[in-house]
């Protein structure tokens, strides 16, 4: 079992930036792929970024150039740094983490809203 606790979303200014962060306990050395996930009403959730135990990462073609994913192996962290935001990036915000089991579990979501 894996259990993810997001933090850092809120509310911000078109052009404005936030962090959110990721913390993973229980069986993280089981981890493959971290990821974060947003998800608009009446949409389907969408992958905005993703990170690999090896430090590989990748974005969605939208959030590239804005956005950047890290991970602290020592913290067992998962960050997304969201700048230059705009209205288009108004979601809730979901960390995932995938096990080499093909199992994945999900972060409870965090609200970023930017307003214009």
């Known amino acids: 079992q894996v259990q993810l606790v997001e933090s850092g979303g809120g509310s911000v200014q078109a052009g404005g930036s936030l962090r959110l962060s990721c913390t993973a306990s229980g069986s993280i050395f089981s981890i493959n792929v971290m990821g974060w996930y947003r998800q608009t009403p009446g949409k389907q959730r969408e992958l905005v970024a993703a990170i690999s135990s090896g430090g590989s990462t990748s974005y969605v073609d939208s959030v590239k150039g804005r956005f950047t994913i890290s991970r602290d192996n020592t913290k067992n962290t998962v960050y997304l740094q969201m700048n230059s935001l705009n209205a288009e990036d108004t979601a809730v915000y979901y960390c995932?983490?995938?096990?080499?089991?093909?199992?994945?579990?999900w972060g409870q979501g965090t609200q970023v809203t930017v307003s214009s």
């Open positions: 995932a983490a995938l096990q080499t089991s093909g199992r994945s579990y």
